[in-house]
């Protein structure tokens, strides 16, 4: 079955930079695009950044430009987000998301990110 585990969030001052890995199984992770999404407490999920498989174009939404970047290492069945600038209104728990045609949307079960001082 698909599963998908993250891990890296943490406790982070302003300013500071964390690392969140999403390790993937249970699919043909190199196949596919995969995103990260987040969510604060009282707000919706909103997707943060998604990364092709082949071509490993990225996308990101306005508020992390610059700060943020997605990778994968396919050998690794691993997606990345390098979180930089952390600001406290990136305080929210985030989510790897795998979308698999025939086979629906799958998400991990999430890793909390704090940022303040």
């Known amino acids: 079955q698909v599963q998908l585990a993250e891990s890296g969030g943490d406790l982070v001052q302003p300013g500071g930079s964390l690392r969140l890995s999403c390790t993937a199984s249970?699919?043909?992770?190199?196949?596919?695009?995969m995103s990260w999404f987040r969510q604060a407490p009282g707000k919706e999920r909103e997707l943060v950044a998604t990364?092709?498989?082949?071509?490993?174009?990225?996308n990101y939404t306005d508020s992390v430009k610059g700060r943020f970047t997605i990778s994968r290492d396919n050998a690794k069945n691993t997606v990345y987000l390098q979180m930089n600038s952390l600001k406290p209104e990136d305080t929210a728990a985030y989510y790897c998301h795998a979308n698999l045609p025939f086979r629906g949307g799958f998400w991990g079960q999430g890793t909390q990110v704090t940022v303040s001082s």
């Open positions: 990364i092709t498989a082949v071509t490993r174009n990225t």
């Open positions: 249970g699919f043909t992770f190199s196949r596919y695009a």
